[in-house]
């Protein structure tokens, strides 16, 4: 493994060095976003612009632009995208077909709203995706955080035919997402926005659930990013971070 540089080192002119990420020159931080595309991001019928799913693909775009000039996140924080709604479940690649990006080159997918809410099985593509992750850098010998996993919803877990899941269905996966927590395996996050049901995210997520207003949902991607560049603790800072923005749901 290459010997570990900091931030400060790099100058704000700097060119990402694609290999120096890939050598792991600082610790890693895999981040995955989980982004509610599902009908109700359209609005209500006959809405007119800017409808939800305009200010999240907006504020998409805002994050882009911070994570690729930001050097404190240049070579620690990598990126994914899943999104849940229209098209199903999507791991949207990046321009390479990897999955993840690192922060200096993320470029934002176009999204749109549409279908059911399958963010159960959103979540369970996330943890599979995070376990492999971990295994793939554990083999580069990449030093590394645990992933964390941010969902952003305004809605609750649907089936195919749009029906709400039972509560059984949601004690189910609250139980796997705390067992995996409780194994430092992973760090879950659920924010909710608009029409959001608060008990359901503190049932998801019982210390890290917050209610944010579309107009900060880029702030959000900003201050959950920005939680990478902590040197000893990215979970506490993610908390920290996003707690200024938004109330306890």
């Known amino acids: 493994m290459s010997d570990f540089w900091t931030a400060e ?25 989980l982004l509610d595309t599902s009908g109700s991001m359209n609005g209500p019928e006959g809405a007119k612009p800017p409808r939800p799913i305009d200010e999240l693909n907006d504020a998409m775009k805002e994050w882009a632009a911070h994570l690729n000039s930001s050097q404190d996140l240049r070579y620690r924080a990598e990126l994914a995208v899943i999104s849940f709604g229209a098209g199903g479940v999507r791991v949207h690649k990046a321009a390479d077909g990897s999955t993840f990006s690192p922060a200096a080159t993320f470029i934002p997918p176009d999204l749109y709203a549409g279908g059911v809410t399958p963010m159960f099985e959103a979540i369970r593509t996330a943890i ?30 649907t089936d195919d035919s749009g029906y709400q899941l039972l509560k059984d269905d949601l004690q189910g996966m609250a139980a796997q997402i705390t067992a995996l927590q409780e194994k430092r395996k992973l760090a879950f996050f659920a924010v909710g926005v608009s029409t959001a049901d608060q008990e359901f995210l503190a049932t998801l997520a019982p210390d890290a659930h917050w209610q944010i207003a579309h107009s900060d949902i880029a702030a959000f991607l900003i201050e959950a990013s920005n939680s990478a560049a902590d040197d000893d603790d990215p979970i506490t800072a993610a908390k920290k971070r996003i707690q200024a923005l938004g109330k306890k749901a």
Do not use: H, N, Y
Request: aromatic fraction near 10%; avoid cysteine; charge should be negative.
């Open 128 to 157: 599979d995706l995070s376990e492999r992750r971990k295994g793939e850098l554990d083999d580069l010998g990449i030093q590394r955080f645990r992933p964390l996993i941010f969902m952003v919803t305004d809605a609750v877990p």
């Open 9 to 33: 080192q790099a100058q704000d002119d700097d060119p990402f060095d694609p290999v120096r990420f890939s050598s792991g020159a600082q610790k890693r931080t895999t981040l995955i976003f």
